[in-house]
């Protein structure tokens, strides 16, 4: 049983990496899955600047919560550095069970900025690929995907980990001894 389950894994982590880069796991904690459903609306609220413009399915029933967020990203390089600059959205998926949770964060898109008078220079899809896979139109700079690939990748890793972080800490807090 532990092999299938293994090669279940395995055969799901393949497909993940043909598309978009994933986070995923499962948390253990002490809490009911009403206790962490509550708690992880707190936590929405506390770390976006607007909670209700970022959660876009909030489903009591199946204890399911679905946010698009994003942050902030400032680019490597000396040449378009300020097109390349902007922000990364992402997806956050919640499924809460008694006593654990699942977590998947996903949909990794790059979007540049305007600036003095230029396009965006956007990335866009996030793979798992070790040199950005996307074509970019003749006359790109070659530099700027290939010096920002890997750096947007540490950023996307730095703040999985601090919004995983303020999540396992706030879903598991008790809120009943106010």
């Given at each position: ?7 279940f ?12 880069l994933?986070?995923?796991g ?16 707190l ?7 607007n ?5 876009e ?5 199946n ?96 703040n ?19």
């Amino acid at each position: 049983m532990k092999n299938i389950l293994l090669a279940f894994v395995l055969l799901s982590m393949s497909f993940i990496s043909q598309n978009g880069l994933v986070y995923t796991g499962i948390i253990e904690t002490k809490q009911t899955k009403e206790v962490m459903y509550k708690n992880a609306l707190l936590w929405f609220s506390s770390t976006f600047k607007n909670a209700k413009d970022v959660i876009e399915l909030q489903d009591k029933e199946n204890y399911t919560i679905v946010g698009k967020g994003n942050f902030p990203y400032t680019s490597v390089g000396f040449f378009a550095r300020a097109t390349a600059s902007g922000h990364i959205d992402f997806t956050l998926k919640l499924f809460f069970k008694d006593y654990k949770f699942k977590y998947e964060f996903s949909d990794f898109y790059h979007f540049g900025s305007y600036a003095d008078g230029y396009e965006p220079f956007n990335i866009g899809l996030i793979t798992t690929d070790a040199i950005c896979p996307h074509k970019f139109p003749d006359g790109t700079i070659k530099s700027i995907p290939e010096k920002n690939w890997p750096n947007i990748k540490s950023i996307i890793e730095s703040n999985v980990s601090m919004f995983l972080d303020g999540l396992k800490n706030d879903i598991q807090k008790n809120n009943d001894n106010w």
